[in-house]
């Protein structure tokens, strides 16, 4: 997988598959010493499961009673870590949450001892041990991965009203002075704590996101940060990524001067000092040899531009296959440049490094550039810290002469091209959505700094469309529609097709036409990508039965949107509790509907045209020569709508809803 910094606090996350920050960079950890009368219930457990409980919806399908950790630190950057959780299963659905997750790392953890057990609505108890745990990779598509984790599954024992809980002790050594603790998911949680036991002389300072700042009690050198009673996190469509919503703390543990011992774990004071570290790890890493600079030579041969150079050595970059290994130091230091080249794989630090050593063998001088892949808004400037990160990808030096929408400008370095060598649905010159605006490290020495990726603007990420429409007069219509797409409208076309067979392509095209046209049978599907351009198009001919409603065998009543849209209209919601997430993107739709012989237009909807700080919309109407012309425009502006502004947002997309929705009338001359 191409997240290279999950490895480096994973061993801890219990909450597999929820927040990603945790899962890539956190430290999960567990509460103080638990009573333990043989193999009864511990004590904690028990008072979990006395909890009264408020409420919930009954979409909920769980709450976390009990989420608290405890972690003992050493001089050597050792840490002892017990974590308890218990869940509550409220219906059917929430069994899989029966579940118990503690990852480790084989070179530098281990899990000491994990046990779990599941207390029935009626009171019995049904406990699990060693010969109820599984030890699993954490992913099945590495040629290496030292991470694993211990899983206990109680899911197919589990009901709604059982209470699952789990203990588990580990031990790892950590890389940085730093960790992650997320207090919720989207589940409701009653308790969630974390108790962090640092040396004598030694402190710890926590930084709280997304919540009102949680102040630590202190005990000598024990610091606990403890939330309570938190809501559900319900998901809402175009809603922030989970990792904005739910409240997680950052920790610094340090001692009060450097120990200077070797074995000592790092603590970065700013940016700029994880650049300079990063920059030790990785420059030594980009080489050059002869096999490796004559590929860069040959790929660029025929280029005549600096942009041209790039896409060319981008392109090859993208082709390398995918493959992780990570072991120690390696989950932040990318493999040598000619070995990635030799054996032709890589994960997306070796790839950005090659495509680094490949620019410089051409005169072109690039960066790597550390980012977080899936949350634009995770990485926070207030805490600098390698484990932010989870993705690596270029910033590539270029001139005036190369123009570009994710080109940015550095202090001292000048212009940078941004690009991602892993996805190989995204072209040079254009960024991924879920990369664009993120915060990124530049790993550039001293000059290296946190700079705000670039946001594509809507006519760079661009649909077109042009229908051409014949209307028989009992309702038929035989249609040709063609499509052209640039940018990251571009890229979603690519990726269904890419990642469908042909046959399953062919039924979602079918079900898109269909939606729009009840009873289309689709005579022709011809997809062209054009991936170095990064464009996409699509031809689709088509005809429906009866899609004009003929009335009293003299009126037609059609609705000339015909085609529906990819994505849904949505925020139809009358309330809502978090922002609305607008991407940046533009559509335009021609349509001409040929009127069959004998028929007039008799009603035409009004015209609409609309403005907003976030978009605009218009529709227009012409007859002219026998055809009804119908035109519909979208642009839709990268924002953030405050929960305050849903009204406005919402008014919007139900204005346009209604307008598409609008039918013509055709009568018998």
């Not at 790597?368 to 892949?373: A, F, K, M, N």
Request: hydrophobic share 40%; aromatic share 8%; net charge neutral.
């Amino acid at each position: 997988m191409r997240h290279f910094m999950r490895a480096l606090n994973a061993r801890h996350t219990r909450h597999a598959a929820a927040l990603l920050l945790v899962a890539l960079a956190a430290l999960l950890l567990g509460p103080h010493a638990a009573a333990r009368g043989g193999d009864d219930v511990p004590a904690w457990l028990r008072q979990a499961a006395a909890a009264t409980l408020p409420g919930y919806d009954k979409d909920v399908p769980a709450v976390v009673l009990w989420d608290e950790s405890r972690v003992s630190v050493d001089e050597n950057g050792r840490i002892v870590m017990t974590n308890y959780h218990a869940v509550k299963i409220l219906t059917r659905e929430g069994r899989a949450l029966a579940r118990a997750v503690e990852g480790y790392e084989t070179d530098s953890g281990k899990v000491r001892e994990m046990r779990a057990w599941l207390i029935r609505p009626s009171g019995e108890v049904k406990k699990y041990g060693k010969d109820e745990t599984m030890d699993v990779a954490d992913v099945d598509n590495d040629v290496y991965n030292e991470a694993r984790s211990k899983i206990i599954s109680a899911k197919d024992d589990a009901e709604a009203g059982a209470i699952f809980g789990y203990e588990a002790t580990s031990e790892y050594h950590s890389m940085f002075n730093q960790l992650v603790w997320g207090f919720q998911e989207r589940l409701p949680v009653v308790l969630s704590r974390l108790t962090v036991m640092v040396p004598s002389g030694w402190r710890a300072d926590g930084t709280t996101f997304n919540h009102a700042t949680v102040e630590p009690t202190v005990n000598n050198t024990t610091y606990a940060w403890e939330l309570r009673n938190l809501p559900p996190i319900e998901p809402e469509v175009m809603s922030p990524p989970v990792t904005s919503l739910a409240p997680w703390l950052a920790v610094t543990y340090q001692p009060a001067a450097a120990s200077g011992k070797p074995g000592a774990s790092r603590t970065f004071g700013s940016w700029s000092e994880v650049s300079r570290w990063m920059t030790e790890l990785s420059d030594p890493q980009m080489v050059l040899d002869d096999s490796l600079a004559g590929k860069a030579k040959q790929l660029t041969a025929n280029a005549k531009t600096e942009f041209e150079r790039i896409q060319a050595i981008g392109r090859f970059a993208q082709a390398i296959n995918y493959v992780s290994i990570q072991i120690g130091i390696g989950r932040l230091r990318p493999h040598a440049a000619t070995e990635v080249f030799a054996k032709s794989y890589g994960d997306c630090k070796d790839k950005a490094n090659l495509m680094r050593a490949m620019l410089k063998a051409v005169g072109l001088q690039a960066h790597l550039l550390l980012i977080y892949s899936g949350d634009p808004t995770h990485v926070r400037e207030e805490w600098p810290s390698p484990s932010q990160f989870n993705h690596c990808i270029i910033a590539i030096k270029v001139s005036d002469e190369t123009q570009a929408p994710t080109v940015i400008k550095h202090p001292t370095l000048g212009r940078l091209l941004i690009f991602d060598p892993t996805d190989d649905n995204t072209p040079v010159g254009d960024l991924p959505g879920h990369e664009q605006g993120s915060f990124a490290l530049l790993i550039a020495g001293e000059a290296g700094a946190l700079m705000k990726m670039p946001v594509t603007p809507p006519e760079a990420n661009r649909l077109e469309r042009e229908a051409d429409v014949t209307l028989a007069a009992d309702g038929t219509i035989t249609a040709s529609v063609r499509e052209r797409s640039v940018g990251q409208a571009a890229v979603a076309e690519r990726s269904g097709f890419r990642g469908l067979s042909r046959p399953d392509y062919l039924k979602v095209i079918e079900r898109w036409i269909a939606h729009g046209a009840t009873g289309a049978a689709v005579s022709k599907v011809e997809p062209a990508d054009n991936p170095l351009e990064g464009k996409f198009a699509l031809q689709v001919e088509f005809t429906a039965p009866r899609y004009a409603q003929l009335m009293q065998d003299r009126l037609l009543v059609f609705k000339p949107a015909i085609i529906s849209r990819r994505e849904t209209l949505a925020l139809t919601g009358g309330a809502r509790k978090q922002p609305v997430v607008l991407r940046s993107n533009a559509y335009a739709e021609s349509v001409r509907v040929k009127l069959p012989a004998g028929f007039e237009v008799d009603e035409m909807p009004d015209p609409v045209k609309m403005d907003a700080p976030f978009g605009s919309y218009e529709t227009v109407y012409q007859v002219k020569d026998g055809q009804l012309v119908f035109t519909r425009k979208l642009v839709v502006r990268a924002a953030t709508i405050p929960v305050e502004e849903y009204a406005k947002v919402r008014g919007f997309f139900e204005r346009i809803r209604a307008a598409e929705a609008a039918p013509v009338v055709l009568a018998k001359k």
